[in-house]
C-alpha cells in the first residue's frame, strides 16, 4: 500500500510523509520524483506538478487534490481516470471563514472609504447599518461558505446564498439556478464570492450583475480570478454604483504591475492569502477517503467532472 507525494504546498513533503505514516498502517508514502516501482502506487496526493511527468499508474485508486479548485486539473490532458476527491475539512476551513468575515465586516463599517478618506486627510463620520439591517450573500453554498454563513448570522446579519441546486435544508435563504440569480443580486449588499470556476461560472460577476446589485454594494471574490470582469468592476465602482470591492484572486496571478485594479481607490488587493489550512486539518478526510475506496464505499467531496466540482 502506497501513496506518492506530488509536492504538495500544504506543509512539508516530511511532514506529511510522517502525518500518513503513522495514521495508516501500512502505508508506504514516497515523495516525488522518487516514483520507484509504478506498479506500486495506489494513492496520490497532487500539488503543484506537471502531470505530463507522471508515468503510467495501472493501480492508481485515489488522487487527492490539495487545491480548493480542480478547474485545472479537470483541463489537464494528463490526469488519470482514478476518482478525484478534494481534502476539505469537512466542518470547513476555520482560516477561511476567519478571512472572509474580517472582509465582510471591513465593508459593513465603511473601513474602505475611511483609509480613503485618512489618506486625504479628512476627518468624516459616515453613516453605517446595524448587522440585522445588512444583507450579506455568498454565491456558492458548500462546505467552505456554510461556516461563515452560520457565524454571520450568529452576529445578526441576513445572510443569503445563491447556488446552482436548490437546498431546501439550509437554515438560510438559498436562491437557485439561473431563475434565481437576479433576485439574489438584488438583495445582496455584500457578495462574497465562493463559486467554483466552471464554464458557467466564468465571468458570472460582470457588468450586468453588478447593475442589479443594490447601489452602494461591495464584492469580495475568494473564488478565483476569472470569476470577475475586470473591465465591469472598475466602471460599476467608477459610477459610484459599487462602494468597494476585496479580490482576494486575480486573473492572471500575480496581478500585473500595469493592472489599474492596483491603484484603484475602492478595491483592495490580496495576494490569494485567504487560506492556510495545515496537515492536521485535512489528514483525517484523506485517511477516511481512503478507507472508503478500499471497502468499496461512497466517497467524500468526489469530484463530478462534468459540473467541474
Do not use: C
Request: no cysteine.
Amino acid at each position: 500500500m502506497t501513496m506518492l507525494l506530488l509536492n504538495p504546498f500544504r506543509g512539508t513533503n516530511e511532514g506529511w510523509q510522517a502525518a500518513l505514516q503513522d495514521a495508516v498502517d501500512g502505508l508506504e508514502v514516497r515523495i516525488w520524483p522518487d516514483v520507484g516501482n509504478p506498479d506500486d502506487i495506489e494513492y496520490i496526493m497532487i500539488g503543484r506538478i506537471d502531470l505530463a511527468e507522471l508515468p503510467a499508474l495501472p493501480n492508481l485508486k485515489l488522487m487527492v487534490s490539495l487545491y480548493a479548485g480542480v478547474e485545472g486539473l479537470l483541463a489537464n490532458p494528463n490526469l488519470p481516470g482514478a476518482p478525484l476527491v478534494k481534502a476539505e475539512p469537512m466542518t470547513g476551513d476555520s482560516s477561511l471563514t476567519e478571512y472572509a468575515v474580517t472582509h465582510v465586516l471591513r465593508h459593513h463599517r465603511n473601513l474602505p472609504a475611511y483609509a480613503a478618506q485618512q489618506a486625504r486627510h479628512e476627518w468624516k463620520g459616515l453613516p453605517h447599518k446595524r448587522a440585522a439591517e445588512r444583507t450579506v450573500g455568498f454565491l456558492g453554498y458548500g462546505l467552505l461558505s456554510k461556516p461563515m454563513a452560520d457565524l454571520l448570522t450568529y452576529m445578526n446579519f441576513n445572510v443569503i446564498a445563491w447556488a446552482r441546486t436548490p437546498k431546501p435544508d439550509a437554515p438560510i435563504d438559498v436562491f437557485h439556478g439561473p431563475g434565481g440569480f437576479d433576485d439574489f443580486l438584488a438583495a445582496a449588499e455584500i457578495a462574497v464570492n465562493m463559486l467554483p470556476l466552471t464554464t458557467d461560472t466564468e465571468g458570472i460577476l460582470n457588468a450586468a450583475a453588478f447593475a442589479k446589485m443594490p447601489e452602494g454594494a461591495a464584492v469580495i471574490n475568494l473564488g478565483r480570478g476569472a470569476h470577475v470582469i475586470d473591465a465591469d468592476l472598475i466602471a460599476a465602482l467608477d459610477t459610484g454604483h459599487l462602494a468597494a470591492a476585496t479580490l482576494d484572486v486575480t486573473s492572471p496571478e500575480p496581478l500585473p504591475p500595469e493592472s489599474p485594479l492596483w491603484d484603484h481607490a475602492q478595491v483592495t488587493i490580496m495576494p490569494h492569502v485567504a487560506r492556510r489550512p495545515n496537515i492536521s486539518d485535512s489528514l483525517p478526510l484523506i485517511v477516511e477517503n481512503m478507507r472508503r475506496v478500499n471497502d468499496g464505499a461512497p466517497l467524500q467531496q468526489l469530484v463530478d467532472r462534468d459540473t467541474g466540482y
